[in-house]
Each structure stands twice: as C-alpha cells, then as structure tokens.
C-alpha cells in the first residue's frame, strides 16, 4: 500500500510559478513510476507529467517548456515545478504512482491562476 500526500498548491498570478510536492509512505517508492494529473471543473482528468522509476519524463504537450517534474527517492517526494502559468493551469492537481496490478493516487491540491 503507498500513500500520497500532495502539498503546495494554492493561488498564483498568471506568469508566477508554484512547486507541487507529493510525499510517499513507502519504503520501495523508488520502483514506482511517479506522475502529475490535474482535472479542471467540468473536464476529465488529464495526464501532466510523469516520471519512471529509471528518471525518464514524458509531458503534455501544453505543459512543455513550463513545468519540470522530477523525483527524490531518498526523501520518497516527487515534485512538480510550474513556471509561466496560465490561467488555463488552474485545476486540481494529483499525484499518482503506478507499478504492474497497482495504481494509488492523492487527494489533490487545488491551484488557482488568476489572469
């Protein structure tokens, strides 16, 4: 069972950057492929970023250039850094990590881009 706690989300003016961190209960968090998603009101939830348990990243085509995902094993964190945000970034964030049979997401932390 791996538990997921995000933090750092809250309310940014359009340009600003916030950082995203999401702690692991866990002492094997290191073989989980980690990922960001975020759902806005009224959309499905969408893939951000994510990071392999190797390092390999892969972003959504409108994060690219903006955000960096990147992961600490030894603190058992991965974070989300978003810079240049846009008030279409304002969604609810989450944090998931992702091995073969199991999947464990977050509660979210909401973040608020005004214009």
């Known amino acids: 069972q791996v538990q997921l706690v995000e933090s750092g989300g809250g309310l940014v003016q359009a340009g600003g950057s916030l950082r995203l961190s999401c702690a692991a209960s866990?002492?094997?968090?290191?073989?989980?492929?980690m990922g960001w998603y975020r759902q806005a009101p009224g959309k499905l939830r969408e893939l951000v970023a994510t990071i392999t348990s190797g390092g390999s990243t892969n972003y959504a085509d409108s994060v690219k250039e903006r955000f960096t995902i990147s992961r600490e094993n030894a603190k058992n964190t991965v974070y989300l850094q978003m810079n240049s945000l846009k008030p279409e970034d304002t969604a609810s964030y989450y944090c998931?990590?992702?091995?073969?049979?199991?999947?464990?997401w977050g509660k979210g932390t909401l973040v608020t881009v005004s214009s």
């Open positions: 998931n990590a992702r091995k073969t049979g199991m999947d464990y």
């Open positions: 866990g002492r094997i968090f290191r073989i989980y492929d």
